[in-house]
Each structure stands twice: as C-alpha cells, then as structure tokens.
C-alpha cells in the first residue's frame, strides 16, 4: 500500500518554471514505478511523465518533452516533476500515482493516486 500526497502547485506566468513534489508513504515505495498525469477542466486525466523505480528510465508525453523532467529521491519516499517554459496550456491539476511494476501511459493501469495539486499559468 502507498499514499501520495503532490505539493508545489500555484499560480505562475507563461515561460515560469515549478517543481511539483510527490511524496510518498508506504514500506514498498521504492519498488514502485511513479507517474504524472493531468486534468484540465472539461477534459480527461492525461499522461505527463513517468520514473522507474530506480530511476534508470523515464517517459513523457510529447507535448511536455524537453520541458519537464521526472525525478525521484528514494531515500526520502519523494518524487519530483520539475516544469520548465510553463505555458498557459499546462494548466491543470497535477496527479502523481504510483504502481507496481514497469510504467504506463494510461490511467487505468496505475494502482494509488494523489489528491493532485492546481497548477495554472496565466499568459
């Protein structure tokens, strides 16, 4: 069992940059893959990002590549999404989930869920 609680969220201009953080309890922790997802208003949760559990590999949605990277810290049951060049269609509340086993891109396969954290980036 894990519970994940993101911070980090807020308010920012277009071409800003923020750091969500994921963190994370529950002994197995470390053996889970962690992802981000995305829901902007009206529209379904969407793939942003996803670490191994060892952080040796990451994917990305196209429309984040190059501008937001995945990143974990074990030791402190923690993850990170770092957003870089936020544009105003990044707004959105920002979910980490974690599953044990390699990544996915869709929603369903992921098995526990933060309460997401609002970010918005006005233009």
């Known amino acids: 069992q894990v519970q994940l609680v993101e911070s980090g969220g807020g308010l920012v201009q277009a071409g800003d940059s923020l750091r969500l953080s994921c963190a994370a309890s529950g002994r197995a922790y470390r053996t889970y893959a962690l992802g981000w997802f995305r829901q902007a208003p009206d529209k379904e949760r969407e793939f942003v990002a996803a670490?191994?559990?060892?952080?040796?590999?990451?994917d990305y949605a196209d429309s984040v590549k190059g501008r937001f990277t995945a990143d974990r810290d074990n030791a402190k049951k923690t993850g990170y999404l770092v957003m870089n060049t936020l544009k105003p269609e990044d707004t959105a509340v920002y979910y980490c989930a974690a599953r044990n086993s390699g990544f996915s891109r869709y929603r369903r396969d992921w098995d526990y869920w933060g309460q997401g954290t609002q970010v918005t980036v006005s233009s």
């Open positions: 670490i191994t559990w060892s952080a040796g590999r990451t």
